[in-house]
């Protein structure tokens, strides 16, 4: 497995012994769970209705009486507090709940299904994920960003050319917290066949990198080789450093941020089902002191949902959250 410096642009790892993780186990009774279906085994028609809501997010108004839409909400959301959510405890469970307010957010759109997720394991496997059905003009979010731009000089015109989201049919306002108004940017991250690396990094979140994730017996050390490992990976393979899905705060600007963000939440799903003795096994340090996580810890939203407990979001069999994959 071939985790490069680079993809630690969400921070260094964190020492896994000075925190001890909770277990508590509580009780189930979700009994009709929701399913979230990977993108490619979707409906046409649930795919077209999904990109639909997605663009209805951006003639909405900001839920949180902001001077932007409510698409921007949870860019600005998860910039701001970027680092109470990343190479801490919290970063799994805040991102589910994350997701679930943007699948609501969808559903207020004319939106009926669940969020889907994009298996990029799979798509790894494969040696050339720039040919997932993700990346379809037709039938995905549009592929890579215009390949004759010369960055940085050129940065602006790095603009995705095909797809529901290319240039001119989607303003993003934020490049992290700055207001900087912008195309839809990706750039892929080439192969480099003399290093034995595959295009945009895929060796590096294929089941074989999976298979060292997996390994991990602790919710603390498996999430933070999730995090820093695939989850960045897949990150900085579609935006490398200057595209909306690399390493920046702004991140969910990218429609895509979501299916990748499901795919992290199903492999930690997949991980707890494991064993039952996971479902509640939670551990590590939380912003901004480092001191130990708790279940009881509240989650920020800043008003995109009500603050939540950590506890309410490891179960997803639970009453409130209701889904499998």
């Known amino acids: 497995m071939k985790f ?5 642009a969400f921070g260094a790892m964190l020492d896994a012994s000075l925190a ?8 189930r009774a979700c009994t009709s769970p929701k399913v979230r279906k990977e993108w490619s085994k979707a409906t046409a028609a649930e795919r077209t209705s999904y990109i639909n809501a997605v663009k209805c997010l951006t003639t909405k108004p900001s839920k949180l009486g902001k001077p932007h839409r409510l698409y921007d909400d949870f860019v600005w959301v998860h910039a701001t507090v970027f680092q109470e959510v990343h190479n801490v405890a919290a970063f799994l469970p805040w991102h589910r709940y994350f997701l679930i307010l943007y699948e609501q957010s969808l559903k207020q759109c004319g939106y009926t299904g669940n969020i889907l997720y994009w298996d990029w394991v799979a798509s790894a496997d ?7 059905k993700v990346f379809d003009p037709v039938t995905g979010f549009g592929g890579n960003g215009n390949t004759s731009a010369t960055l940085p000089t050129d940065w602006a015109n790095r603009c995705v050319l095909d797809g529901p989201f290319k240039k001119g049919s989607l303003t993003l306002r934020y490049w992290n917290l700055e207001v900087r108004p912008h195309c839809l940017l990706r750039k892929f991250e080439p192969g480099y066949p003399e290093y034995n690396i595959t295009e945009m990094l895929g060796d590096n979140y294929n089941s074989a990198s999976m298979s060292y994730v997996n390994a991990e017996t602790t919710f603390e050390n498996f999430a933070n080789a999730l995090e820093n490992g695939p989850h960045t990976a897949v990150h900085t393979g579609v935006g490398n450093l200057d595209g ?3 390493p920046q705060s702004s991140s969910p600007n990218d429609p895509l941020f979501f299916l990748h963000h499901a795919q992290v939440d199903r492999l930690w799903y997949l991980w707890q089902k494991v064993n039952p003795a996971r479902t509640f096994d939670y551990g ?3 912003y901004p002191d480092y001191s130990a996580a708790s279940l009881d810890d509240y989650m920020p939203m800043l008003g995109l949902g009500v603050d939540k407990k950590v506890r309410e ?3 997803v069999s639970s009453t409130s959250l209701c889904y499998k994959y």
């Open 284 to 286: 590590g340090y939380k």
């Open 20 to 27: 001890a993780p909770s277990r508590t186990i509580e009780a």
């Open 126 to 132: 494969t040696g050339q994920v720039s040919k997932a």
């Open 313 to 315: 979001f490891m179960d």
């Open 244 to 246: 909306d899905m690399g």
């Open 4 to 8: 490069l410096p680079g993809l630690f």
